[in-house]
């Protein structure tokens, strides 16, 4: 199983975030991608209903499953972890570190995202407590990702200044630009939504490839 090692940085792994479909579940699993996200923030485009796609347990042990979760109040992370529906929960709102760290307490392994506009947000990037920090661009309000680059050096500056923490470089990433970032930051994985599609939630398999490519080139 592609279990933790994704945190690990022995190269860069690639996520597909925003996963709506068993298909392309399968498929990207099949094509050795490392990481799928599945968005259950109900306001996302990309919105996955836990309640009606249990096909997601199908995937265990083939590919690292990541629900994603906006300002979450109720228990739904917790309950889809145990019911053995993700592996990891990616925090994608306003949540505090006392929000992290109950994760952390109860054995979830906790990946927060972080938008990133200047050199003063990497110290907050730094303080969750998470197995992981996924840094975006900064977009007060938009959630679940903006789909725009930002500056790379405020990723090379957070590796720097939190070398323990594993990274995940996301914001805009494409197959054109993706050897790139992995060349310049050295993230553990780089997070694409957009850049692998044809439409919202609808995945192009071409752009993965190249994407896959593009983290193998670099190792």
């Known amino acids: 199983m592609r279990d933790l090692e994704f945190f690990v940085n022995k190269g860069t792994s690639l996520k597909i975030c925003g996963v709506t479909a ?3 579940a399968e498929k990207l699993a099949a ?6 996200g599945f ?3 109900p306001l996302s485009k990309r919105y996955l209903d836990p309640r009606t796609n ?4 199908g995937l265990a042990g083939g590919i690292l499953r990541v629900g994603v979760f906006v300002n979450e109040s109720s228990d739904l992370p917790y309950r889809l972890y145990g019911e053995g529906m993700i592996d990891v929960v990616q925090l994608h709102g306003d949540e ?4 992290v760290g109950g994760f952390r307490k109860a054995g979830i392994p906790v990946i927060k ?3 990133v506009r200047d050199v003063s947000d990497i110290d907050a990037a730094g303080s969750y407590g998470s197995d992981a920090v996924l840094l975006d661009a900064h977009a007060p309000q938009v959630f679940g990702g903006t789909g725009e680059t930002f500056d790379w050096g405020l990723a090379n500056a957070f590796g720097k200044r939190f070398p323990a923490i594993p990274m995940i470089l996301a914001g805009g990433i494409t197959p054109e630009n993706a050897g790139q970032a992995v060349g310049e930051v050295r993230p553990v994985a780089l997070d694409v939504a957009s850049g692998a599609e044809i439409s919202p939630g609808v995945k192009d398999f071409k752009k993965v490839a190249a994407l896959l490519e593009a983290c193998v080139s670099q190792r």
Do not use: I
């Not at 094509?31 to 799928?36: D, Q």
């Not at 249990?54 to 347990?57: E, H, S, V, Y």
């Not at 505090?96 to 929000?99: D, G, H, I």
């Open 113 to 115: 995202a972080v938008g």
């Open 31 to 36: 094509m050795g991608v490392h990481a799928v």
């Open 22 to 24: 068993r298909s392309d």
């Open 54 to 57: 249990p096909w997601m347990q």
């Open 96 to 99: 505090t570190p006392e929000r």
């Open 39 to 41: 968005n259950f923030w």
